[in-house]
């Protein structure tokens, strides 16, 4: 009888591991492509998804695309981030002066919960005679920064963007829309040997790598082939406190286990795991009981007991205390011996 029923404990587990995992909506694909889509966004199906906003396209190619087109690479419902690709702006000139290509790059959130991150995006620029603008649809936030060099600079990423060659400037919170441009001083005529054209972007700090950006082979690029860069997207529930979300228990985006926090930007909330559970915390249950006694036991001493969102470790016979700090008194050691 006791086999019978732990071979139906054993069948049933990893259901209940795999549910646990799933990080989308219960009877919704989790995949597009390569890239996991967690709730509270959802594909195929508007229901999938927590409301239009979270919405995405999967193409008939596997590709997911966030509302402005932009391919994405990646969904952090922990982190609050979509990262996607954006192409980047560019002035190129021949060597008597003359521009020969130029693009300007804009892009714009809309009035969803969507904001580029602050904290994850840098705005660079690439070049020897590069002046790169960076602005928002409304024209309540504007810098520049100038990257000037007159020998090649060979581009490293221990390179700190300093200005010669190569030059960065941070954003504000709460940015919704961006436009970034370049000019030049001296239409590259006095680095011509080398440098023909410049490059501006946002782009990830964490997937930046300056040494893909060599001057004497930067050149335009279109298509499938254009040159891209990794932008971090940040996103909240809803623009609401938590008092506010909380009093529309209807509308609480919070599952069980978890509980209302809020971004960095300071603008709406956001959801996470209660200590000592994880998951997805928009699921109703997904925020699932961390087992912290699997592996190596987190007791400083004694015998670690499972406990729900905490455990406990119980001291060595002959012992008391707290056997996650420490354990006072004289353990009894048992012997057995026989005749």
Known sequence: MWVFLLMVLLSLWPVAASTARSAAK????????NVSVPYPFGILKPSCAMNDYFFLNCTSNDELLFA????????????GTVTVG????????NKTGIQTDSYSQYLSLGAGPFMFSHTRNIFTAIGCDTSAQVTNFEFTYGASCLSLCTEYVEMSDGNPCSGS????????????????SLSSFYSYTNVSGFNLCGFSFLADKRSLKISEWPLI?????YGKDAYAADVVIEWVVENKTCEQAKANTSAYACGTNADCT?????????????????????????????????GKNPCQEGTCTNTIGDYKCRCPL??????KTRCT???IIIIISGN
């Not at 954006?86 to 000139?93: I, K, Q, R």
């Open 217 to 221: 082979s930067s050149s335009p690029k």
């Open 165 to 180: 060659g190569c030059c960065q400037t941070s954003i504000p919170k709460g940015l919704k829309s961006i436009n970034y």
């Open 68 to 79: 402005i087109g932009m391919p994405i690479s990646n969904i952090s419902e922990l982190e």
């Open 329 to 331: 008194g004289i353990g």
């Open 86 to 93: 954006s192409y980047l702006a560019f002035s190129c000139y």
């Open 26 to 33: 219960p009877g919704c694909q989790e995949k597009c492509g």
């Open 262 to 294: 809020y971004p960095e930007s300071g603008q709406g909330y956001r959801c996470s795991c209660n200590e000592g559970f994880e998951g997805n915390p928009y699921l109703k249950e997904g925020c699932q009981d961390i087992n912290e006694c699997e």
């Open 318 to 323: 002959g012992k008391h205390g707290d056997g």
